[in-house]
């Protein structure tokens, strides 16, 4: 069964450096989505592509937080400077469209990146 | 109005018990309403969804509840097992947002054999 692949399961950082994650989308599926989910809460959108370009990235820290998906497939995820207050998990998820019909919508997420900022 | 509110935070049942969690919302554009299950280490994964032009969806033994009128919908886990322990979500989306998901705050359930 295909997957999201996130890289790495684990990171521990200490505050202002930088960090990166790394996400794998199911094959063949447009849309991608980070989130960022606080021990205990829901996860909370943070940028969502459709093949290369931003929808949304409308909750995304943008002075401390990048992303891209330069070709359309994979995935970066980039905080600099780290905060402790970014410690969390940082999910991935993909879709193989945002619209349509809604078979086409489901998302299916990664097993995300526990980042702990020291 | 982005928000979708969780209740209960946390939920220990017996093994064979029936597990309810429910959801309220208030924005009326969302029409799409997916719950995810999460178990420790792992992302959450679609375990069921409902449409607000149907009041019930059933799959075995999870049914989810709408009530359109009140904006609100649950999650009825019937016949509870151990393995059903993990943390459930309730979520919601519309297509006015590029089908974004919009999650509860989750709930963590337990069941006891």
């Known amino acids: 069964e295909a997957e999201v692949a996130q890289s790495p399961r684990y990171k521990i950082t200490e505050k202002s450096q930088a960090v990166a994650f790394w996400c794998d989308p199911i094959?063949?599926?447009?849309?991608l989505y980070w989130y960022r989910q606080i021990l205990g809460q829901g996860p909370e959108l943070l940028v969502q592509f459709q093949d290369e370009s931003v929808v949304d990235d409308s909750q995304l820290p943008k002075d401390r937080f990048s992303a891209e998906r330069l070709k359309g497939v994979d995935s970066t995820l980039k905080i600099q400077p780290a905060e402790l207050g970014d410690s969390a998990m940082y999910l991935c998820a993909s879709s193989l469209l945002a619209g349509g019909p809604l078979a086409k919508n489901i998302q299916y997420f990664g097993a995300g990146t526990r980042l702990s900022v020291l | 109005q982005q928000q979708v509110k969780q209740s209960p935070q946390s939920l220990i049942v017996q093994k064979g018990g029936i597990s309810i969690i429910n959801c309220a919302y208030e924005n009326t554009a969302f029409d799409y309403f997916p719950w995810y299950q999460q178990f420790p280490g792992k992302g959450p994964a679609l375990l069921i969804a409902?449409?607000?032009?149907?009041s019930e969806k059933k799959e075995g033994r999870f049914t989810i509840s709408f009530n359109k009128s009140a904006k609100q919908f649950s999650l009825h886990i019937m016949d509870s097992q151990p393995g059903d322990s993990a943390t459930y979500f309730c979520?919601?989306?519309?297509?006015?947002?590029?089908?974004?998901?919009?999650f509860g705050s989750g709930t963590q359930l337990t069941v006891l054999p």
């Open positions: 409902i449409r607000p032009d149907v």
């Open positions: 979520a919601a989306s519309t297509a006015v947002r590029a089908r974004q998901l919009t």
């Open positions: 094959s063949g599926h447009a849309t």
